[in-house]
T-cell receptor, first 115, second 110 residues
Framework: DGGITQSPKYLFRKEGQNVTLSCEQNLNHDAMYWYRQDPGQGLRLIYY???????QKGDIAEGYSVSREKKESFPLTVTSAQKNPTAFYLCASSIESGVGNTEAFFGQGTRLTVV | EDKVVQSPLSLVVHEGDTVTLNCSYEVTNFRSLLWYKQEKKAPTFLFML????IEKKSGRLSSILDKKELSSILNITATQTGDSAIYLC??????????FGAGTILRVKS
């Protein structure tokens, strides 16, 4: 079945550690995104990538890093520089239709907690 | 700065009421506007709007885009407790940048 897989579902990080969240899609989508969601709030864009080996910062990129070495994969590293990393992280991917319309598909999310 | 603003931020209604959620945007190179419903984890897709004035409908939900006013509304008629969720609006920019608003938290009381 085609879809987006995020792992792990739950992740605990100690202060000062870097952790990497995985996002894999087999939808053959070009664009991939990482969002952060805090309780009771909407989604804030961290990074996005339109093609392999290219990515752009979103609104809250500080303390995060990404790579896009393969079309299927867009891992997010939460570095020790991110002072408040406890949140729900969602990965999404999208494809343009022939008329330039885009719908995003989401993974099930990773809940990161700093302990 | 490109941004997406949703209102109200939260809303409490009774079953059977009709609600209207708003989404406005300030962007360059607008491509489309998307509505999502988020209950627990991943948002689920509701509508994609690209053309002004054409209503999209799915059951009790409907949505319309006004490109002149740079806004969209999502209507839910005869609300049910199962409609309780966060409703997210997102705008796609040229180049596939997909930016979400803060969401509207809807609670439907029985």
């Amino acid at each position: 079945d085609g879809g987006i897989t995020q792992s792990p579902k739950y992740l605990f990080r100690k202060e000062g550690q870097n952790v990497t969240l995985s996002c894999e899609q087999n939808l053959n989508h070009d664009a991939m995104y990482w969002y952060r969601q805090d309780p009771g709030q909407g989604l804030r864009l961290i990074y996005y990538s339109q093609i392999v080996n290219d990515f752009q910062k979103g609104d809250i990129a500080e303390g995060y890093s990404v790579s896009r070495e393969k079309k299927e994969s867009f891992p997010l590293t939460v570095t020790s520089a991110q002072k408040n990393p406890t949140a729900f992280y969602l990965c999404a991917s999208s494809i343009e239709s022939g008329v330039g319309n885009t719908e995003a598909f989401f993974g099930q999310g990773t809940r990161l907690t700093v302990v | 700065e490109d941004k997406v603003v949703q209102s109200p931020l939260s809303l409490v209604v009774h079953e059977g009421d009709t609600v209207t959620l708003n989404c406005s945007y300030e962007v360059t190179n607008f491509r489309s506007l998307l509505w999502y419903k988020q209950e627990k984890k991943a948002p689920t897709f509701l509508f994609m709007l690209t053309s002004s004035g054409i209503e999209k409908k799915s059951g009790r939900l409907s949505s319309i885009l006004d490109k002149k006013e740079l806004s969209s509304i999502l209507n839910i008629t005869a609300t049910q407790t199962g409609d309780s969720a966060i409703y997210l609006c997102a705008v796609v920019w040229y180049g596939n940048k997909l930016v979400f608003g803060a969401g509207t938290i809807l609670r439907v009381k029985s």
